[in-house]
Every structure is written in structure tokens, then in C-alpha cells.
């Protein structure tokens, strides 16, 4: 009886979908520029899911859903509940050995999904660009601190993770450090250092300096930090020496910043190795892990005034920024999937030595059942932020292209404009935004 219990609890398990086919519709509507369904889409979905373990990350979906629809503040509600569990969630610290424990017994996507370091940064950020769109600089500004905070406080939740992880692998911790699996690590030559969007940094910046009064000084300090990261581009040494001679006091003339929105970022596949553990009892084990898959290639944006075509510069590769977060979290995964796939093949192999030919089958479900790898994402951010400045025309029209596609716009009125494109894939149109800093 007891092992016609088991079976029929991993039978329930393999019967769940992946986070991956669960989005199939969603990202197919969203990556075509349809953010109308997108938003629809997300919405129900998250509205059914919002008690599951799976609720934070379809409250991003929804969130970025429904910013691109044009929908700011219901894209703040959707980023507040997703913001709200996550707190939820960090306030359970002292519970995380258990739900450690219970990916044990299942798996790894069993477990609640928390939000990723990169998550949290750009969940802020957007709520920061919504209130912007809403004329509310200063909650943008709170919301932009805030981005600021994650950035350093995810390199200690990352660290307490990867203790955690060690616990739970208790008696197989030794076995599981002699495993090898660099394979897993992504091939992403860059680095902007642990947990930093430089993204986040630059839109912070031009906040601080056009809006934040007494705290302008800062803007310098961090327009130097970003120019040092991104390994001195051309744009920042200009943009540091204009920010400088403004707030000297010279002529302020009017300004659009363009920020072109590109692509999209990775998504999670699967891969299935067999890993040698040197334990006598659990020689080898079958795991499944998380790898990175990037979409799509780079795109150059530009604007054109007239005839002139000026290019964008690529700020942040949120390729980069994935990665490094997968990398740091890397660790952590190893030690919770193989310890996960060790106490699993050890009561496989308890259930074939007690209960005979059903023992076999139980067991065999059982792995089969817990050999799923984790691979939510929040498949809606984009692959790369690009930033234009020029001095706004006097028809205030500008062209933006990104590859293919090309869109022209009127800029509003204001000495600090700020027009944002958002690009999905060639083909599908562009989404154009505006607001005003100044």
C-alpha cells in the first residue's frame, strides 16, 4: 500500500507542465508585438495562478504585458503583487531548509519561485519608468533607490542560498563537490560585475541630475561608474562632460533621449547528464539542469534628423546580466539538483530491494518524476538597451529604425524628453512611448 501511495504521488508529478509550455501562447503573441493578447494572456494567467508556486513570475509577465500595452498603472498593480510575495517569501527565511528539504522529495521547479537577483532589479526599474509615464518623479525616483538596494543585497541572498543548498545536500555534500559540470556555465565573454543592470544605473542617473535637486551631484558619480563598466563608450565621456558644465551652471539646451528596448532575453532549456557522485551507495545519478539559451541576435537602433542617422549605444546586455546572475547561482543549483537526484535514486533503490517488481516501477516514476529542471524566467525582458541623446529639433521630429523597421514620432514639448522603443522581432511593429524629466 505504501508503494501504491508513491506511485500514485509521482504519477501526479509528471503530469504538471513546464513553466515553458505554460507561456508557449503567451511568448508567441508577445515575441509577434501583439501586447494587447500578451496582457490579456498574462492577466488570466496570473489571475489563476496567483496563489501557486508560480505566481511571481507570471505577475512580471503581466507587469511588462501590460507596461508595453501602454498600461502603467495596472502594470504597477501586477509589479506590487509580484513584489508583495516576494517579500513574503524573504520574510520565510527561517522556513527556506524546509522547502529546501521538500525539493528533495520533488524537484526543483516544486519550489516557489522567488524572483531572481536580475528579476528584482528590473522590477523596479520598470515600475520606476511607469511612474515616470505617469508624471510621478518622485516615486520613480523611491523606486529607482530601490532597484539600487537589490543590486547589493542579492550578492548576500546569494550567498545565504548557496549554504542552504549545502544543507540540504547533507550526507552527499563531499560526493557532489567532486562533480564537474562547468558545461553548464554560459559561454558570455562579458561581465559587468555581480547583480549590476547598468540599465538601471543610467536611467537612475539621468533622474538624478534632471530631476533630484540637491542629490544632482551623484549623477556624476554614477555616470563615471557606468562609463568604467561598459569600458569607456563615447556617448558616456559626452554625457558626463554636458551633465558636468549643466549643473556648473551652463545654458541648458533642450534634450531627447531616445531608449531603444531590443529583443529578448534568454530563456532556460533542459539538459539531462549523468553524474559520476564516487558514492558507494549512489554511485551516479541521472540530473536534470537549467542552461541558458540565448534568442535571437543583436540589432543596431539608430535616429535620423533629416538626413543625419546617428546610432545608439548598446547600455546594457541583458544577456550579460542573465548570465552572470545563472553563473553566480550556479552553485547553489548544483548542489540542491544533484542531492535532490541522490535522495531519490537511494529510495528507488530501498523501494526495488522491499516491494519486489512494483517497487521497480514506483521507483523508476519517482526519478523520472523529480529529474525536472527548473526553467522559469521572466521571458519578457529584452536581449538589450540602446541609448540615443541629441539635441531636440526645431520640428521636433525624429525617425527611429531598428534594422528593418523604422518609426517617426513628434516629440513633446520639454527640455528633457525621453521617447521609448520598444523592438520585439523583425517584422513586428514598433511600440513608442514618451514622457517628460524636465
Known amino acids: 500500500m505504501r508503494w501504491g501511495c508513491h506511485l500514485g504521488f509521482v504519477l501526479l508529478l509528471t503530469g504538471c507542465a513546464s513553466y515553458e509550455s505554460q507561456t508557449g501562447a503567451f511568448r508567441g503573441a508577445w515575441n509577434g508585438g501583439s501586447t494587447g493578447q500578451a496582457a490579456q ?3 488570466r494567467e496570473a489571475g489563476k495562478r496567483s496563489d501557486s508556486r508560480d505566481a511571481v513570475v507570471w505577475f512580471l509577465e503581466q507587469g511588462a504585458a501590460l507596461r508595453a500595452a501602454g ?5 504597477n498593480h501586477a509589479f506590487e503583487q509580484a513584489e508583495k510575495r516576494i517579500a513574503f517569501y524573504d520574510r520565510q527565511a527561517k522556513l527556506r531548509l524546509s522547502r529546501e528539504a521538500t525539493g528533495l522529495l520533488t524537484n526543483l521547479a516544486a519550489l516557489p519561485y522567488e524572483g531572481r537577483g536580475y528579476d528584482r532589479v528590473m522590477l523596479n526599474t520598470y515600475q520606476a519608468l511607469n511612474y515616470l509615464q505617469l508624471g510621478q518623479t518622485e516615486t520613480a525616483l523611491v523606486e529607482l533607490r530601490q532597484a539600487h538596494a537589490e543590486q547589493d543585497a542579492e550578492v548576500v541572498r546569494n550567498a545565504r542560498r548557496i549554504v542552504a543548498a549545502r544543507k540540504s545536500a547533507g550526507e552527499f555534500e563531499q560526493a557532489i ?9 554560459p559561454d558570455i565573454a562579458l561581465d ?6 547598468p540599465f538601471t544605473d543610467f536611467l537612475h542617473a539621468l533622474c538624478l541630475w534632471s530631476l533630484a535637486g540637491d542629490d544632482r551631484e551623484n549623477a556624476l558619480v554614477s555616470l563615471r561608474r557606468i562609463h568604467s563598466t ?3 563608450p563615447g556617448f558616456l565621456a559626452d554625457e558626463i562632460g554636458m551633465v558636468d558644465r549643466i549643473l556648473g551652471g551652463a545654458k541648458h539646451p533642450e534634450l531627447t533621449y531616445v531608449i531603444f528596448e531590443t529583443g529578448v532575453a534568454p530563456i532556460r532549456r533542459e539538459v539531462r547528464l549523468d553524474v559520476p557522485l564516487y558514492d558507494k551507495n549512489v554511485p ?3 540530473a536534470a539542469f537549467p542552461r541558458l539559451k540565448r534568442r535571437g541576435r543583436s540589432t543596431n537602433a539608430h535616429i535620423a534628423i533629416g538626413g543625419t542617422k546617428r ?3 548598446l547600455i546594457c546586455d541583458m544577456d550579460v546580466v542573465v548570465a552572470r546572475d545563472f553563473r553566480t547561482g550556479l552553485p547553489a543549483v548544483i548542489f540542491r539538483t544533484l542531492a535532490a537526484s541522490a535522495a531519490k535514486a537511494a529510495v528507488a533503490k530501498k523501494a526495488r530491494e522491499e516491494a519486489g517488481d512494483l517497487g521497480v516501477i514506483a521507483g523508476f516514476l519517482y526519478q523520472a518524476a523529480g529529474a525536472q529542471a527548473d526553467l522559469r524566467t521572466w521571458t519578457t525582458l529584452p536581449k538589450e538597451f540602446h541609448v540615443c541623446r541629441v539635441e531636440t529639433p526645431g520640428d521636433r521630429k525624429l525617425a527611429m529604425l531598428v534594422g528593418p523597421q523604422k518609426s517617426e514620432v513628434k516629440v513633446n514639448t520639454g527640455r528633457v524628453n525621453v521617447v521609448y522603443v520598444k523592438s520585439f522581432a523583425p517584422g513586428a511593429p514598433l511600440k513608442i512611448q514618451q514622457f517628460r524629466l524636465k
Not at 563537490?177 to 556555465?185: F, H, I, N, Q, S
Open 41 to 43: 494572456i498574462a492577466s
Open 71 to 75: 498600461q502603467f498603472a495596472a502594470s
Open 177 to 185: 563537490r567532486g562533480a564537474k559540470l562547468d558545461e553548464l556555465k
Open 192 to 197: 559587468y560585475g555581480a547583480f549590476v543592470n
Open 230 to 232: 561598459l569600458g569607456g
Open 284 to 286: 551516479y545519478v541521472a
Open 311 to 313: 546610432e545608439a549605444t
